[in-house]
């Protein structure tokens, strides 16, 4: 499967500004970050990736963010050609999607808002060829991936996809790693806000998809040979896509769980089936300059700056939802 990159349908010179200077390096780190904010976007039972082509298909309902386009019929071109976005503007028109959270009442909790970033060695790291024969690339046009359980082996125990924790981040409440999200909230003593945060995997075997849309992507691993290292199979790095989605949780939602965790007949601990879809759709020049400037020069690029200078241009990004709870749509 290969696509051929689509150039934006509009004029892209007034979606980026000047930004905040040239961001300082990562280091010590060892890699370079792109990082934006998002806010949340459209709900419906849609998932291009498992059920394309089939509207309402899914059988939970998705949170979604970045294209306010993305439904059962997305690919790589239609999101190039079509929708605005929720992160920052129109050249990133990439689709994000999770499932919904819920309370006690069935409702939907909206997100506050969802931060996004790439991460990855400069690609004139030498150890990029220590990690994978053929060392680190950039984000493959037109990618498809999921990360996190598998629904299709919902209630078997899988522990290659527990990609994703829990956390509280409310000032001064532990911030530990949880594996559920309701002993995040904890921490927080019953209300504060939680983060649900999910990483994709920095190792690529050159393929935009796979039958299980998730093992053309992997995670490296030190093994016995003491170093981060991609598995034989995977031979480049790419810059690795992390998610953080936040939300705001009041004593009275009651018990929390994500719209994954009950179906199929099975009722599971909430949060324990949470994964992320993904499906790349960057004005391709725009890309370029981030890779270029931000990973490939080891910056720190926040807020959507670029790494030369400038940044993406973005609207105001509200900090807590408004509505926090909705009703959730029907099929």
Known sequence: MTVTPVSSTFDTAPLIVPGY???????????????????????????????????????????????????????????????????????????????????????????????????????????CFRMAAKGCVGLPTGLR???????????QAQPENMTFHFRCISPGKPSDHRGTFAEAVTDCGGAGQVMAAINFGSCWNGQLDSADHRSHVAHTSYGDWGYEKCPSTHPYVLPELTQGIVYTIEKGDGDLWFSSDRMNGMTMAGGSTFHADYMEGWDPPTRAIWERECIGKMRDCSDGVLGDGTMLKRKSLPVLASPRVMEAPSL
């Open 21 to 127: 200077g040239i961001p300082k390096s990562m280091a010590p780190d060892v890699v370079g970050a792109f990082r934006f904010i998002c806010s949340p976007g459209q709900l419906n039972y849609d998932d291009p990736i498992l059920y394309p082509g089939q509207k309402g298909a899914s059988p939970h309902l998705h949170q979604w963010y970045g294209n306010t386009g993305g439904n059962y019929a997305s690919t790589y071109a239609s999101l190039r050609t079509s929708g605005d976005s929720t992160c920052s503007d129109m050249l990133n028109r990439s689709a994000y999607w999770i499932p919904a959270l819920m309370n006690a009442a069935g409702k939907v909790i909206v997100p506050d808002y969802m931060s996004i970033y790439y991460k990855r060695r400069p690609d004139s790291d030498p150890e």
């Open 145 to 155: 991936v999921v990360s996190g359980y598998d629904m299709k082996r919902m209630g």
